[in-house]
């Protein structure tokens, strides 16, 4: 896809990471003790604490991975939204006020309230940091996917531009900045998306594409007689008139090479063509179309939200969800094809485009990824740690109430935008991610500016909780609790802002590492990992009495490392290692359905054997 930097984007883009950089500079007078830097004091307001928890939640994944795969996959993405909004509910039943209870700055330190156990400040550490690694990743991948339309730049500045700006934020002023540009930009976020919805309605469902959308109809009617050469295979997006058995068929066609930002072919006139013109012309275009609508309709004009859903059952998309590799004029080039495929409404509004049901691995991926979604949510280190930056349990409860509102309308908003993507023609099918974005620019530029700016102020507000539990892993859990390194308050400041300077640096290494892959996916992952490492933990802690800190130790070591070892050897991995997928060790890319109750399994049995540990303990529940 070829972008061009916009003025106006980037003026507002601007405004908008000052205003923000603002609020941090403002706080750091109040972020001189670690009580202050690690939880805000502990003083936040429970109504802005649980915006805030909407803030950081609404990541990267919600925003730009969840729309995308409903753009590009249907009904299918948006389980990704039922899976999220319900890992709450164990949030509010189950985890809330003992967390706040047990708790000061980590999630290990209400693991560890009852034991005092250097395996358990060790291990909770250790796999602090490796879930927020994985929850990193995808925010850094879609910082580097928003840049390239909004400024003009390639993925890896963009990735480097918020590791700077997330590391400054939480270098100057901790969980008390970061608490409230995450309550700004959850606000707006479901502010401007409701917005959003509302043109989606008012605009309804066209056959007729727009004018800078590829349109299937208008390149049939192209030269019967242009001939095409594929000279060089280096990535891209062009248009490719393939002849097979005398019948000419026009593909989508992108190179091998990711690196590269154009596909070379030549025609009889000797242009080269970038997006299916001159590359002089800079040409923008996208794919999607409704090719059906029911009754013979044209158009539906402003629609209402029931009747868009009714009226996409009953029509037919043009889609690109698949890419294959063919070569051309046996020369050896191999080239990426996305070929075009007209789909039911009725299967996009039912699973089964991504999640292939009929055979047994599927079911085990779609089970495995909706027990990580569910039981996620309520171990993921940057959420608990919310938890303490208010007064009381209480507010504990009423901010989680407040987070599953805004969330759950949030992702109801997500199925129109998606849906609203895939039929006005902005998908790009080289980034998915890029859907939102996009069907914002196909309104106008100052609402594309505006969506931009926040959904890169999302990707902030996310990175900036992950970094600040990562930082307090490190400072507190580590060097204070287990190798008991004497500090005061102020030396624990900067222990926590020196370890946010390291972690934003892999940060962006993982970030550039991962382009391209989608960040709702990636972030499966992440919740697969905290809900193994993690959550049999807290549930065991809270209602079995006769948890032990081995137990707890062992189950966080084993459901990591489990975790960690499938996904690592998944096939998704293999792709992205530069390997074949399919000789992968296994078919399964989301662990949870092994990892989860493996951790149970090991948290029950180390604890039945060193039951004696418990001696001298209190034998009631924290």
Known sequence: MNYEANPIAVAIFLAFVGFVLGISFYFARKAKSAEGYFAAGGNIHWFVN??????????????????????????????????????????????????????????????????NSKAIQLMAAISTLAVSM???????????????????????????????????????????????????KGGLLIIFSTVITVMVLSRGLSTESRPDTFNPKMIAAADADTT???????????????????????????????????????MHSGETLYNGAPKTDNKFQSVGLVTKLPDGQTETGSIGPLNYFATIQESEIVRYPKGKVAKFDHEGDHVKVFVPEITAGADLMIPGQKFKLKDGVGKMNFISLMLALFLGTASLPHVLIRYYTVPSQRDARKSTIVAICGIGFFYVLTLFIGFGAMTLGVI??????????????????????????????????????????????????????????????????????????????????????????????????????A???????????????????????????????????????????????????ASALHKLDNPGIISIPLSFITLVVVSLMTQKDNEGLSTEAP
């Not at 729309?67 to 389980?79: E, K, R, S």
């Not at 891209?236 to 068929?249: C, D, P, S």
């Not at 989508?252 to 690196?259: H, P, Q, T, Y």
């Open 50 to 115: 649980g915006v805030a928890f909407a803030g950081d939640y609404l990541s990267a994944a919600s925003f730009l991975g969840i729309c995308g795969l409903i753009a590009t996959m249907g009904y299918d993405g948006f389980l990704y939204s039922i899976g999220y909004l319900a890992g709450w509910i164990v949030a509010l039943f189950v985890v809330a006020e003992p967390m706040k209870r047990l708790g000061k700055y980590t999630f290990t330190d209400a693991l560890d309230s009852k034991f």
């Open 134 to 184: 994985f929850y990193l990743i995808p925010q850094m991948v879609g910082a580097g996917v928003l840049v390239t339309p909004l400024l003009g730049l390639p993925h890896w500045m963009g990735v480097c531009m918020v590791g700077a700006i997330v590391i400054t934020i939480v270098a100057t002023a901790g969980m008390t900045s970061t608490t409230y540009v995450q309550f700004l």
């Open 228 to 266: 095409i050469r594929v000279t060089e295979a280096k990535t891209g997006l062009t248009f490719v008139k393939i002849v097979e058995e005398g019948v000419a068929n026009w593909w989508i066609v992108r190179g091998d090479n990711l690196e590269q930002a154009q596909s070379k072919v030549e």
């Open 531 to 581: 809900a193994s490492a993690n959550l049999p933990s807290i549930i065991m802690l809270l209602f079995w009495k006769k948890t032990t800190a081995k137990g707890i130790a062992y189950s966080i070591g084993v459901g990591m490392v489990s975790a960690l070892a499938i996904i690592l050897s998944s096939p998704s991995m293999y792709g992205q290692y530069g390997l074949d997928p």
């Open 428 to 529: 790009d099918v080289e980034s998915g991610n890029m859907s939102a974005p996009l069907l914002a620019k196909a309104f106008n530029i100052f609402l594309f500016s505006t969506i931009s700016a926040i959904a890169f102020a999302t990707v902030l507000g996310t990175v900036s909780g992950l970094i600040v539990a990562t930082s307090g892993a490190i400072a507190h859990d580590l060097m204070d609790n287990y190798m008991n390194v004497q500090m005061n308050d102020k030396q624990k400041v900067m222990a926590g802002k020196i370890a946010a300077f390291a972690v934003g640096i892999i940060a962006i290494i993982l970030g550039i590492a991962f382009k391209g892959m989608n960040v709702a996916f990636l972030v499966g992952w992440a919740f697969a990992v």
